[in-house]
């Protein structure tokens, strides 16, 4: 198990440079590693229908490298290293359990800092009834003070259970009288959702800022996403594989974040403070993304777009944008500069 020293080195460099910390926080299942591979852009955390994390694992950003390095720890000393680590050996040391933490280092091109050097912690489910010490490594994270910004992810599958509940009463007590640390809520899987049958996404996330605030969360900042839509269409973007499940999930999106109806960004609740820039941010992006993805490569970009049928990559790009993900990486961006 890990103890304080261990949970601490999570969140600390190896030089002077400044860290900026961002933990990824929720139930078993809710989605946090699918989140933090949507930001990488690549499947190389584990993720999938059951508790997946069973310890801290820490990704630092390192754009001066091209491939994923890979470290493993216990009791804060390192035993295993991987130069160019690939997610099977990353679900290996995730079920090691000899190993407490996990450190993986590499590019995040789509977070943008100066001076800072992020880094993302993806956290264990807090109630997993197979290991209740997940409760307690993230009671320990919380009670850190050098946290710079909590992504608490909502599954729209599973609004207000009791274990959630309890989680953010948590986080709500850690939090008082703290304004050192952002918090930004994500309702993710909305792709679940059925406009056509009578769901509508408004109306639940007016359900969620009243939840919140019921949690004592008033004016939160609520970004609405799906991270398996977003990392599935950046894998085609990056020309990676997809297995036959997420060929078949891909197609639906494809379709289904063609719909205005489905465009996430509006549903999104942002102060003032952070809301134009991050709309100024993801347009921005947007056209970035579509710039470079044209430039490189453009034969086969053009070549794999046929064989999947769709027009061209600006296609998917617009869907990308329509799943919020561009939104989230704003505010990630646009937190960093105000601390800075």
Not at 6 to 13: A, E, M, V
Not at 66 to 72: C, D, P, W
Not at 261 to 266: G, Q, V
Not at 306 to 312: L, S, V
Request: aromatic share 10%.
């Amino acid at each position: 198990m890990e103890n304080s020293s261990t949970i601490r080195s999570l969140l600390k460099g190896n030089d002077s440079q400044v860290n900026y910390n961002v933990l990824v926080l929720a139930t078993m299942s809710s989605g946090k590693s699918t989140l933090i591979n949507s930001i990488i852009g690549k499947d190389l955390l584990p993720s999938e229908n059951r508790a997946c994390t069973s310890k801290f694992i820490r990704i630092t950003e390192d754009n001066e490298i091209e491939k994923f390095e890979g470290y493993a720890y216990y009791n804060g000393k390192s035993i295993f290293e991987d130069n160019e680590i690939k997610p099977d050996k990353v679900k290996e040391w995730n079920e090691d359990k000899s190993i407490d933490t996990i450190h993986l280092k590499g590019p995040l091109p789509f977070i943008k800092n100066s001076f800072s050097r992020v880094n993302l912690i993806d956290s264990p489910g807090p109630n997993n009834s197979r290991d209740r010490l997940h409760m307690e490594r993230v009671d320990d994270i919380l009670s850190l003070s050098n946290l710079n910004l909590i992504i608490y992810i909502i599954d729209v599958s599973q609004l207000a259970t009791s274990d959630d509940r309890e989680l953010l009463d948590k986080l709500n007590n850690k939090l008082k009288g703290n304004k050192k640390t952002d918090v930004l809520f994500v309702l993710n899987k909305t792709d679940k959702l059925d406009i056509e049958t009578g769901e509508d996404i408004k109306d639940i996330v007016l359900k969620v800022k009243k939840y919140l605030a019921e949690s004592g969360f008033e004016e939160p900042n609520l970004i609405v996403l799906s991270a398996y839509a977003a990392n599935l269409f950046r894998k085609v973007l990056n020309d990676e594989s997809l297995s036959s499940k997420e060929n078949i999930d891909y197609r639906f999106f494809y379709d289904i974040f063609s719909d205005q109806r489905y465009n996430l960004n509006k549903f999104s609740i942002l102060n003032n403070l952070f809301d134009k820039k991050i709309r100024e941010e993801a347009q921005n992006k947007k056209l970035k993304v579509g710039f470079l993805f044209n430039l490189f490569n453009s034969f086969l970009s053009s070549l794999v777009a046929k064989i999947r049928g769709e027009k061209n990559r600006k296609e998917i790009i617009f869907r990308l944008e329509n799943t919020g993900i561009f939104q989230l990486e704003g505010f990630i961006n646009q937190s960093i500069k105000l601390k800075e």
